[in-house]
């Protein structure tokens, strides 16, 4: 049975992401059963007021900016000392790796690291290993090193699944029958996760193209053509300028465009609005505050609701059992093989939110619900 590989490496081959995408989602769903442990080393606890490091990317949405806070917040709370540090703007990875590496200095008995370029970290995870640290791998996996113990991240391939059939079910709404005329777009090709959100939506949208139910305008159909360096606006921005003049110029329908992040839908509508067109099904990710409001209005369709204080607290629960000298729960074992090793991963469940269920999914979050009112 084959494992996820394009999960963990989907950026390095665009046409492998396609290829494997139909295959991906039947043995995936078959890979959630619940179990606890998995570590690759064994537990051996650490002082409860040890150093914790944490290693964000930039900050390049308000979910990093706000886990940044709860992680220094969380960590205080339970009785660790932490040192949570973002990379630069650049777009090399060089202070991420200074970072992990002083961490390692300062005798960090857990590295939690949201990697700014999953296959650029090897070394300073090696590093960390060898000091005795534990390596948890957050939101992005780490690929192409046995050194990372953990992995912690919502389900990013039901993401995309989430994304693409929210694609689907919006287009439908407005017009019955297809063929419908889509476009797509996809993240940074140095992030790990912007594979795995494009072929989870591959693997709802694909057998529809390949039935003509789907039409892609532009024929740009995988990764390398679709992905947006650095998960910049403006890039989404230029994009969509480009594709609306050589592809919608004379007076064909834009129906949806597959979005995987909030910040890319805002930047696509602003174009799709500049050019004078109608604004078509524009997905997201995130639930920021702007997206919510676009989607209250009437202009973004959909979000995908991932509530990063959730995800900090799991890996701040990481944290303490491991302190403890016990084994974190994971749920699943299988499904992120990141080229050297399978993972073991703790995977939390990601919500489709549309202007129908803003209120609901929203209703416990007290800087969005007031929007949805």
């Given at each position: 049975?084959r494992t996820f590989l394009t999960r963990s490496i989907a950026a390095v ?61 969380g960590l205080k709370a339970a009785g660790f000392k932490s040192d949570v ?289």
């Amino acid at each position: 049975m084959r494992t996820f590989l394009t999960r963990s490496i989907a950026a390095v081959s665009a046409v492998a992401l396609l290829t494997l995408s139909a295959a991906c989602s039947n043995e995936r769903e078959g890979a959630t059963g619940a179990t606890t442990g998995g570590s690759t080393s064994a537990a051996k606890g650490f002082p409860a007021d040890s150093l914790i490091g944490v290693a964000l990317p930039s900050k390049t949405s308000e979910n990093w900016v706000l886990a940044g806070d709860l992680f220094t917040d969380g960590l205080k709370a339970a009785g660790f000392k932490s040192d949570v540090q973002y990379a630069g703007a650049s777009t090399t990875v060089a202070d991420q790796q200074a970072q992990i590496s002083a961490m390692v200095t300062k005798g960090a008995k857990v590295i939690v690291i949201g990697a700014t370029d999953a296959a650029q970290l090897s070394t300073q995870v090696a590093q960390a290993k060898q000091s005795g640290a534990t390596v948890i791998a957050y939101d992005r996996l780490i690929t192409n090193t046995p050194d990372v113990d953990y992995y912690i991240a919502f389900d990013n391939f039901k993401v995309g699944q989430l994304q693409g059939q929210a694609l689907l079910d919006g287009m439908k709404a407005k017009k019955a029958t297809g063929p419908w005329t889509i476009e797509l777009f996809s993240g940074s090709p140095d992030d790990n996760n912007a594979g795995v959100f494009f072929n989870g939506a591959m693997d709802v949208l694909k057998p529809l193209i390949d039935k003509g139910e789907v039409v892609v305008g532009s024929g740009q159909q995988d990764v390398k053509q679709t992905a947006i360096q650095g998960w910049k606006a403006e890039g989404a921005q230029q994009r969509m300028d480009s594709l609306l003049t050589s592809t919608y110029d004379s007076g064909k329908t834009l129906d949806g465009v597959l979005s995987p992040n909030d910040t890319l839908a805002r930047a696509i509508i602003t174009s799709v609005k500049g050019a004078g067109k109608p604004i078509p099904i524009v997905t997201g990710q995130d639930s920021e505050v702007e997206s919510v409001k676009s989607i209250v209005a009437g202009e973004q369709y959909s979000t995908i609701n991932k509530d990063t204080r959730e995800l900090v607290a799991e890996t701040v629960n990481m944290v303490k059992a491991l302190q403890g000298g016990g084994a974190p729960e994971i749920n699943d074992t299988k499904s992120y093989d990141n080229g050297a090793k399978v993972v073991p991963a703790y995977l939390l469940p990601p919500i489709i939110v549309t202007k129908d269920n803003a209120a609901e999914a929203y209703a416990n979050d007290p800087k969005l619900s007031p929007l949805t009112k």
